[in-house]
């Protein structure tokens, strides 16, 4: 899956001190085959894998991520920028009502969107009516009124054309015109137009929507597209936009294993927002489109993507850069208060145990940091603290005598003196191996 080749890469450039153009290449050539892999269309494929190798090029090596971590960064900017940045809202007639217009193939899942749609905007405080001009398909109509009940929302419908109420017939043109005209004389302020759709692009099909648009003059026209299609998908899309046009984009069954590449595509080909998720077949199953989400979902490592923005905001690059020019004999000798000063690093990166556990090949420091008390950091504290400044700077004076002085100072043990001088040796061991390019380092977690 596209996740694992990115983990595989990403597991590539773990450790390495920086972002070489062989680092970037080979990065690069995963994040194309997964792209194709997950269905993304070939040309979006291209342009996004140029953004992405173009980006880690110019990137300045960041004090608080690690070169893996920078490219995860990156792919995702990339992916949330191309899916549309901010989540767009609906828009709303100046007059009402508002008029929504649904489209797109048959099966794609319009019917049950728009009872969702009439669902979510009712409880928000409008009166939604649902329009059936999906005259097309014998129980269509049936359909619409049972989601429409379901839902609590008033379904505009045309009378039964026989006596069984089964086949319809009408004109959907005359059936949507007549619709909106009803909806403002009885004062509901959203309506949602439910059109045919067929199971292949075709030219009526397409001629029909075209005709009820011009009836409804709607305020915005929705693609609706089942997320599974995959490739299918651009040409779908493109075929809507030529015969009907729309504004924004709806990805159904999102609660299947797609990845996400019909959205991906659909969004770089068409300049279309997407708007709404579709993602089961109850009616609450249905949110707006978040791209963060969605990118993280193509991903698959959203728990990782919290983790590396928070390692950012909260990580000092100026505290990490004095340490590091200390192990490297630049500024003195990495003493306790530097030490002090990264355990408190560490707790400002708030439930480091909890997001570590998330980030793949961290395995190896998971039981360590299950281990990791947060209270430690204020024992450690309260000890450092009942030092001198010429014992922090210098620990080796720290003597027998001097360690039951501080004890009592902090109101500890002995025990807990000598412990805590022995960990800051083995932490100084242990930074000034990384710092020669040793194992793969942690900011800020001498002690854990
Ligand atoms: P339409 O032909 O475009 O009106 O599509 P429908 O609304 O009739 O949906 C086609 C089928 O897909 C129905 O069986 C729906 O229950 C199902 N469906 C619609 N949306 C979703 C979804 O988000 N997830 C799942 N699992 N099924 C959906
Ligand atoms: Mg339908």
Do not use: C
């Not at 045309?158 to 959907?172: K, R, Y």
């Not at 919290?306 to 505290?319: R, S, V």
């Not at 450690?380 to 030092?387: E, V």
Request: charged residues 25%; glycine residues 10%.
């Amino acid at each position: 899956t596209l996740s694992d080749r990115l983990s595989d890469s990403f597991k590539n450039l773990r450790g390495k001190g920086r972002l070489s153009e062989a680092d970037i290449d080979a990065t690069a050539r995963e994040i194309r085959l997964a792209l194709l892999e997950a269905d993304v269309a070939l040309p979006v494929v291209k342009e996004f894998v140029a953004a992405v190798k173009e980006r880690a090029r110019g990137a300045e090596v960041s004090g608080a991520l690690n070169p893996a971590q920078q490219v995860i960064k990156i792919v995702n900017d990339e992916l949330v920028t191309i899916l549309g940045g901010e989540t767009r809202r609906l828009r709303f007639a100046k007059q009402a009502p508002t008029v929504i217009m649904l489209a797109g193939l048959q099966g794609a899942g319009k019917t049950t969107l728009a009872a969702k749609l009439a669902l979510w905007l009712k409880d928000q405080g409008s009166s939604p009516m649902l329009v059936a001009a999906d005259l097309q398909r014998p129980n269509a109509v049936k359909q619409l009124q049972v989601n429409g009940e379901r839902a609590g929302v008033t379904v505009f419908a045309p009378e039964p054309g026989n006596a069984q109420g089964v086949e319809h017939g009408g004109d959907p043109v005359d059936v949507a015109r007549r619709a909106i005209e009803e909806a403002r004389r009885t004062l509901h302020d959203v309506v949602i137009v439910d059109t045919a759709g067929r199971l292949g692009i075709d030219e009526e099909l397409m001629q029909q929507a075209a005709d009820i648009r011009d009836a409804v003059d709607p305020d915005e026209v929705l693609f609706v597209v089942d997320a599974m299609i995959g490739q299918d998908a651009v040409r779908t899309a493109q075929a809507f936009l030529d015969g009907v046009g729309y504004d924004g984009v709806v990805l159904t069954k999102l609660d299947g294993d797609a990845r996400g590449g019909a959205a991906l595509s659909i969004a770089k080909m068409t300049g279309k927002p997407v708007m709404f998720a579709s993602n089961g077949e109850k009616l609450t199953d249905f949110d707006l489109f978040h791209p963060d989400r969605m990118a993280s979902r193509i991903l698959d490592m959203g728990d990782l993507l919290t983790l590396i923005e928070q390692a950012e905001k909260t990580f000092d690059a100026d505290q990490a850069a004095k340490a590091a020019a200390k192990l490297q004999g630049q500024g003195g000798e990495f003493t306790l208060d530097d030490f002090l000063e990264q355990m408190q690093q560490v707790r400002k990166m708030g439930s480091l145990t909890k997001m570590l556990g998330m980030l793949p090949g961290m395995g190896q420091f998971r039981e360590q940091l299950e281990n990791f008390d947060e209270r430690e950091i204020d024992r450690i504290q309260a000890i450092i603290q009942s030092m001198t400044p010429a014992e922090r700077a210098h620990p080796k004076m720290i003597d027998g005598s001097r360690r039951s002085r501080i004890a009592k100072g902090s109101g500890r043990q002995v025990s807990d003196v000598n412990q805590l001088v022995d960990r800051f040796f083995e932490a100084r061991k242990m930074m000034q191996q990384m710092a020669r390019g040793g194992a793969p380092g942690l900011p800020g977690m001498p002690g854990a």
